[in-house]
């Protein structure tokens, strides 16, 4: 038995760095997300760049589904897809383009973060994960370290009321879908699953689709080739390497996970826009770091 044991060790350490691995990436895109919409909202409008985005996504994706020639979703998984496209490929980037556009960056960053703490409640009463009281410990000490980035990057707080309601409301539609999309990831692949949640995605934004070819013609080239990073990297190559990771965990660690976001998007700001965070940003950050690193012991 032991032999058995120390044989089949390996390949589970393996998946496990695999996993860590495909969230790290994910974290890092998504982070760098913050930076592309701040550019692009220049000159696209939250519902075209969404649009944009997830139509160029879509494509990138079904390219890939046609070359791996996997066996489709069934039926019966079509409805769960279809929620997952409409609330977090849909929904949630049109509302968080929009917040953008009224609440700074960190503030931004500090209320989408509530999204990790109800996929946690939620993964435990529903998908019966449980609450891990290393994942609430690590949570609560991530929370805290976005708290503190949101204050010291914060210009105008909660004070833009709609602003803060979006960013909530987006943290809504992200942790829902969240705990949806991780039953169907041990029936179907990871690359299907984003691609037919990304398309659904897209059709609810079809109705910007006169605004998004008026902007185009009026827009710079930096906000264009913003728009295609932002349809290829955060979204395409991001959402299939979080579906990979989320099917060899739990939903509550990869949604801690996330908290390595806003001092990622803090330290990609200084080095992209030239955006010099405060020290008490790095104190945060090194809060979220820890936190993760509780999640995952």
Not at 24 to 53: K, Q, Y
Not at 154 to 159: F, N, Q
Not at 226 to 253: K, Q, S
Request: with cysteine; glycine share 10%; aromatic share 8%.
């Amino acid at each position: 038995m032991a032999t058995l044991e120390t044989a089949a060790s390996p390949p589970a350490e393996r998946e496990r760095a695999l996993a860590l691995g495909a969230g790290l990436v994910t974290v890092t895109l998504w982070a760098s997300a913050f930076v592309g919409i701040r550019s692009a909202s220049h000159h696209l409008s939250p519902g075209a760049l969404a649009l944009g985005r997830l139509s160029i996504a879509s494509l990138a994706l079904g390219l890939i589904v046609l070359a791996r020639r996997e066996r489709l979703p069934s039926r019966r998984d079509l409805g769960t897809i279809a929620l997952v496209g409409v609330f977090w490929f849909g929904l949630y980037n049109i509302a968080l383009n929009e917040a953008e556009r009224r609440v700074d960056a960190g503030t931004a960053a500090m209320l989408v973060a509530v999204g990790p703490i109800v996929i946690a409640v939620l993964a435990g009463f529903l998908l019966h994960e449980g609450f891990p009281r290393m994942l609430l410990v690590g949570c609560a000490i991530a929370f805290v370290g976005v708290v503190i980035i949101g204050l010291a990057t914060s210009e105008r707080g909660v004070a833009a009321g709609w602003g803060a309601v979006l960013c909530l409301a987006a943290a809504a539609f992200y942790a829902g879908a969240v705990v949806a999309q991780k039953p169907l990831l041990s029936q179907a692949s990871a690359a299907h699953v984003t691609w037919l949640a990304c398309l659904i995605g897209a059709a609810v934004c079809l109705p910007f689709a006169p605004t998004l070819f008026d902007e185009l013609g009026r827009a710079d080239g930096s906000s264009i080739a913003w728009m295609v990073y932002l349809g290829i990297f955060p979204t395409a190559v991001a959402f299939t390497t979080w579906a990979y990771a989320l099917a060899r965990t739990t939903a509550g660690r990869m949604g801690a996970m996330t908290y390595l976001a806003p001092p990622v998007a803090i330290l990609l700001s200084w080095a992209i826009l030239s955006e010099t965070p405060e020290l008490l940003a790095f104190v945060g950050g090194g809060l979220c770091l820890a936190g993760v690193v509780t999640t995952r012991r």
